[in-house]
């Protein structure tokens, strides 16, 4: 049996599959952990949580840590099966399986079928996405190295999120955004620092989902279960937080202090919105620009920051930079906008989570403020707090009634439009065309 270092616990429990020659079409029990040959190299930590779950009869946090990889074994294609023993974690990484989700393996020329791309209304992610796939691919494996096989719980929730569906539009918007504005200055590669820029992005955006998801107690995310659900607060705290800090020092190592600047005002927006949001609960005196500001803070901000940043690191004027900040933020407000729409007019299987969740939580966003101005009903309701059995639901269908739902896709479509116009500073081209078509298929959610 092929050794590993005793907290690679997700390898390990590869070679007592292949040492009993079976393998487990369910999770793994406490009992298996401790009797199937694994003490010489599971942590003593590990086997004693497993004895004390065996006594209690709960499943412990060890075993919680192998659920997403045995998962991850039964849904995959046959075609990518997870490597043998004889592979070396540095190997698995070059090969881009070590902690791949399925999606992130698919061969480039399978196409954009309906599984492996989301489209919508005829625009679809993966044509919008393919100047930019091969570049993404290296992207999913780098992300997939960021914890290191030290920490085993770790690398479960970096996982659980990494893999929960998520189209990696942010890091896709850097790549696009940095080829274009390249182009203007003749360059025709990507630097190392364009590449850096676009991972730091996806960590800080995985971090903050992670922690969004505590805030708001969310038990799902993307129709899986959120990290703290699986895992407990304080390792999704944990999670979140050595996230945060592995982002900071990778934007250390680009060392571009306008860029730093740029990404670490970022981190503090998004404090900020969520100390504003927490502020503002049930306030139906909240007016649409505090409704933005906000907004800003929590999407817009990092949006707009990685568009800037691919510039800068473009070496273009000024004024493209600003442009670029421009598109990204506007982008970012239209996606918030459209989001909070879905959240009443979608179901909870396709949102992903419970519909009208913001609100019940006291969260007023552009729909609920715009009915708030034609309909007292609504107000007196969401003062009260929903403390009446069924005022949820009334002020949901006085919400949906309303024309708070057409005024909010209205502000959708014309920061789409502010967003486009700030492209006119770029070349024709596919580049161009993908970066217009991501606003049209954020637009295009609404319908």
């Keep these: 049996m ?12 590869q070679a007592a599959e292949v040492s009993h020659g079976r393998s487990f079409v369910s999770k793994p029990s406490c009992s298996e952990v401790i009797t199937t040959g694994l003490r010489s190299s599971v942590s003593k930590q590990d086997v004693k949580l497993c004895e004390q779950a065996q006594r209690r009869g709960i499943q412990c946090m060890a075993q919680q840590t192998v659920s997403p990889l045995l998962e991850y074994s039964e849904r995959a294609d046959s075609s990518f099966a997870l490597p043998t023993l004889a592979s070396s974690p540095s190997s698995l990484v070059e090969s881009g399986h ?48 960021v914890v290191g ?147 800003y803070y929590k999407t817009a901000s990092l949006i707009a920051a990685s568009t800037r940043g691919a510039a800068i690191f473009s070496s273009v004027s000024s004024d493209v930079c600003d442009k670029m900040f421009g598109y990204g933020m506007n982008l970012g407000l239209a996606f918030q906008i459209v989001d909070d729409v879905l959240d009443f007019t979608q179901s909870t299987e396709q949102l992903g989570k419970p519909a009208g969740s913001d609100l019940s939580k006291g969260n007023l966003t552009a729909p609920v403020l715009f009915a708030l101005e034609e309909d007292e009903e609504l107000r007196r309701i969401i003062d009260s707090e929903f403390i009446d059995e069924g005022s949820l639901e009334t002020a949901i269908k006085l919400v949906q009634q309303g024309r708070g739902i057409e005024r909010a896709r209205d502000l959708a479509k014309q920061k789409g439009e502010e967003a486009k116009n700030c492209l006119k500073c770029l070349l024709p081209g596919v580049l161009r065309s993908s970066l217009e078509g991501m606003v049209d298929y954020v637009l295009k959610r609404l319908y």
């Design 149 to 295: 096989s030290e920490n085993p719980l770790l690398m479960a929730a970096a996982e659980q999120i990494f893999s929960a569906g998520g189209k990696r539009m942010r890091p896709a918007l850097v790549l696009l955004a940095s080829k274009a504005t390249a182009q203007l200055t003749g360059a025709k590669d990507l630097s190392p620092q364009h590449r850096r820029l676009a991972e730091v992005i996806e960590m800080i955006h995985t971090a903050s989902l992670i922690h969004d998801d505590v805030l708001d107690e969310s038990g799902v995310r993307r129709g899986k279960e959120t990290i703290h659900q699986l895992f407990g607060t304080r390792v999704a705290v944990l999670a979140g937080d050595f996230l945060f800090a592995q982002s900071s020092w990778y934007l250390a190592s680009l060392e571009n202090i306008e860029v730093i600047k740029l990404i670490s005002q970022v981190i503090k927006d998004l404090a900020s919105g969520e100390i504003k949001q927490a502020s503002s609960l049930f306030d139906c005196d909240m007016t649409l620009q505090d409704y933005l500001d906000k907004s």
């Design 98 to 145: 070590y902690w791949s989700s399925p999606a992130d393996v698919q061969p480039a020329s399978s196409g954009s079928s309906s599984s492996q791309a989301d489209a919508l209304g005829g625009v679809s992610v993966a044509s919008l996405m393919e100047p930019v796939a091969e570049d993404l691919q290296i992207l999913n494996r780098n992300l997939h190295t």
């Design 2 to 13: 092929a050794s590993f270092t005793a907290s690679s616990i997700c390898f390990t429990f």
